[in-house]
């Protein structure tokens, strides 16, 4: 099993371009979860889904859009994007909240110039 | 304030030394997460708890729901233990998300 990978693993895009983060698990989970991570902050959760077809809005979610079209992928999408959205982003997935541990993906570092 | 609290932010250890990191939390919450993060960025859950003590080899976590504290201990430290270590915490009110603490950077030197 290859657990949660993301791809790409770096990027470098210009103020106001686009890009979609693909996330990806084999481990049959019903919640997928992204999150970015800023130096001295904790992570937090940008968006995240509880199974195939729903996604919903975390603490940052602004400037995102996620899609969860199959139950293994979960993509983040940014339209537009801002030098504030430098960041390394993760993916996790857990098979449900309640008393289980969330799987990480390896991270995406993303530098908006 | 944060709804969780680490401490300390920095901690360096010889090797070989007893290591305790602390969570403390202001939510009610329905479990605690420990994750460890590598220098490599990596993040892997370390233990989930509601109660009381678990041990996995050298690493022991503790909770006491009622002052809304955990420890995470590390015995006899080893230079590969050099990792961030995040605590997080699943709210009881909210199951779906986590709540993260700003991590714990440990560094073990030889």
């Known amino acids: 099993n290859a657990g949660v990978t993301q791809t790409p693993k770096f990027r470098v895009l210009k103020t106001g371009q686009s890009m979609t983060l693909l996330c990806a698990q084999d481990?049959?989970?019903?919640?997928m979860y992204w999150y970015r991570q800023d130096p001295g902050m904790g992570l937090r959760l940008i968006h995240y889904?509880?199974?195939?077809?729903?996604?919903a809005k975390g603490e940052v979610p602004d400037g995102y859009n996620v899609s969860r079209l199959k139950k293994q992928n979960f993509l983040l999408g940014l339209e537009s994007a801002a030098p504030s959205q430098t960041s390394v982003y993760f993916c996790?997935?857990?098979?449900?909240?309640?008393?289980?541990?969330?799987?990480f993906g390896p991270g995406t570092r993303l530098t908006v110039t | 304030k944060n709804e969780v609290e680490q401490s300390p932010q920095n901690l360096t250890a010889q090797e070989g030394e007893f290591i305790t990191i602390n969570c403390s939390y202001s939510?009610?919450?329905?479990?605690l997460h420990w994750l460890q993060q590598h220098p490599g960025g990596g993040i892997v859950s370390l233990f989930m708890?509601?109660?009381g003590k678990k041990k996995h080899g050298r690493l022991i976590a503790t909770i006491n729901i009622q002052e809304k504290h955990s420890s995470l201990h590390i015995t006899a430290s080893h230079p590969r233990d050099s990792a961030v270590y995040i605590c997080?915490?699943?709210?009881?009110?909210?199951?779906?998300?986590?709540?993260f603490g700003t991590g714990t950077r440990l560094q073990v030197f030889p």
């Open positions: 996790a997935s857990s098979y449900s909240t309640l008393g289980n541990e969330q799987y």
């Open positions: 481990m049959n989970h019903e919640y």
């Open positions: 889904s509880v199974g195939e077809g729903t996604t």
């Open positions: 939510v009610g919450i329905s479990a």
């Open positions: 708890l509601s109660s």
């Open positions: 997080a915490v699943l709210r009881s009110y909210n199951t779906d998300k986590l709540i």
